[in-house]
């Protein structure tokens, strides 16, 4: 009977506090579903999406072991070209400004003539288009969104339509969220001199509950309860877009475009964790993209919230596993996500590690430091952060063999730590003087504030699609 009490209170609830769905904007009051006759020799596109066909193609996840560049190691490298003239001048850095301006007008241009995104944002499939699956989908995410939007009568039904084929149908999915910034993002993420690359981070935010539920999170971790990320909601980073996952049952995608606020949490951060990397072409790159279009269709169209089959860690977890990805399963960090299994509070702690600790015995002057004197910490701020990393650093720990895994640890879950601050805009914005965990030590300058993915010259479109070429027809 306690465990039937508890599972009512599982990790699930994590979800509470969900976001809405956001509705297709701006539908014209002219534009409703497609009323074509009824044709019986219409053929339509319809991938063949195997259930283990995009994994057997798509090998390119890469979990991230790049070598570890401290800041020491960057100022030591920008120290070599101190003082040097530069080779770049004035009107040449004005001729690259034009340059990417002039792309930039080209981009915006073509955005507007781009009939694959013109027909995901007004026109729906008509319903003779649509398998029977899609149609039993598309029925599901309309009792959805009438659940969280039902009491506004203000809406546009249409609205509702033309959402629900957007968040239920892969191809359309696929276009809806990733082709604006697939095929128009600035030079630096459509690069040719690179190959295509997308980080993956896992987030893992506090959840605001009553003192009942979170007295019964707190007496299930005590009795030994264990859940994959603790009792915490999760959500994913992938590239330029988050996707979280809620218990209205609705996968809600926030996409980047510039700032952190684009990406924030109005909770308590608890952790950004480095996941991996996807690297590889453009055709990995749209395999990948169609893969999480396919869960995130199936999680829309098929998925009713369960506290314990379907909730926020489960989508995570089918999410990683859907691009070859998964967390750490051994070492450090595999120790770590095991103490988080247990947590119920927002603890961002390190623990010393064995490297650390025979270090601090080697050092002389081991007694000037408080931080030689303990052997674990708790960051409340992200000062405290940025100034146990920059002592550590002062000793070299970063500096040592890149193989051991607890220095590769240490440095991971210190990142986590410090971007778990980055990722609250409600929380006021510490002013520090140096940054760690940048490449030049600026705010400005890190791996979320100045995200870095790179599409080479993908390209997604509806092109080769029978059912759009059939709507084309028909405007």
């Not at 976001?19 to 579903?33: I, M, Q, R, Y």
């Not at 994994?55 to 070599?80: C, G, M, Q």
């Not at 809806?176 to 993956?200: D, I, R």
């Not at 623990?351 to 052997?375: A, E, F, H, M, V």
């Amino acid at each position: 009977m306690l465990n039937y009490v508890f599972s009512l209170f599982s990790s699930s609830t994590a979800d509470t506090g969900s976001a809405l769905p956001p509705l297709v904007n701006s539908v014209p009051e002219s534009v409703k579903p497609y009323s074509f006759p009824e044709e019986t020799n219409i053929t339509y596109f319809q991938p063949l999406k195997e259930e283990n066909t995009v994994s057997n193609h798509f090998s390119i996840a890469e979990v991230n072991n790049a070598p570890i560049t401290t800041t020491t190691t960057y100022e030591k490298l920008n120290s070599i070209v101190t003082g040097s003239s530069n080779y770049v001048s004035d009107f040449s850095i004005q001729g690259v400004k034009e340059e990417e301006w002039m792309y930039q007008r080209q981009m915006s241009e073509q955005l507007q003539k781009d009939k694959s995104l013109q027909l995901v944002s007004k026109y729906c499939y008509p319903d003779y288009l649509l398998t029977n699956t899609e149609k039993n989908k598309v029925n599901n995410y309309l009792q959805k969104l009438n659940k969280c939007y039902g009491s506004n009568k203000s809406l546009d039904q249409t609205s509702f339509y033309l959402t629900a084929q957007n968040n239920v149908i892969e191809e359309r999915f696929k276009i809806y969220y990733f082709a604006k910034k697939v095929n128009y993002s600035s030079k630096k993420h459509k690069s040719l001199s690179m190959e295509c690359q997308l980080s993956v981070k896992l987030l893992i935010v506090d959840i605001k509950v009553g003192s009942f539920s979170k007295l019964l999170y707190d007496t299930k971790s005590l009795m030994g309860f264990a859940n994959d990320f603790g009792y915490f909601h999760t959500s994913l980073l992938i590239g330029p877009w988050r996707f979280d996952w809620y218990n209205n049952s609705c996968v809600v995608i926030k996409e980047w475009n510039g700032k952190v606020e684009d990406l924030d949490s109005k909770q308590e951060v608890f952790a950004l964790l480095d996941i991996g990397t996807i690297k590889g072409n453009i055709y990995d790159t749209n395999l990948m993209l169609e893969a999480i279009s396919k869960v995130c269709c199936k999680w829309n169209g098929e998925v009713d919230y369960h506290q314990i089959n379907y909730n926020c860690q489960t989508f995570v977890k089918e999410m990683l596993s859907a691009i070859n990805l998964s967390v750490p399963n051994e070492g450090p960090k595999a120790r770590f996500f095991n103490y988080l299994s247990y947590e119920t509070k927002v603890k961002r702690i390190y623990n010393y590690s064995n490297t650390l600790k025979r270090l601090i015995n080697l050092l002389n002057d081991r007694n000037s430091s408080p931080y030689c004197k303990d052997d674990s910490i708790e960051f409340k701020t992200r000062a405290q952060v940025n100034e146990f990393c920059f002592w550590l650093d002062s000793i070299h720990y970063f500096n040592q063999s890149n193989d051991n895994e607890d220095i590769s640890c240490d440095f991971w879950l210190l990142k986590a730590y410090d971007r778990s601050f980055e990722m609250m805009k409600d929380k006021k914005e510490e002013t520090l003087e140096k940054y760690f965990f940048s490449q030049d030590n600026t705010l400005e300058n890190n791996s979320i504030r100045n995200m870095r993915y790179n599409f080479m010259n993908l390209n997604i479109n509806l092109n080769d699609s029978e059912r759009f070429r059939a709507c084309l027809e028909k405007q």
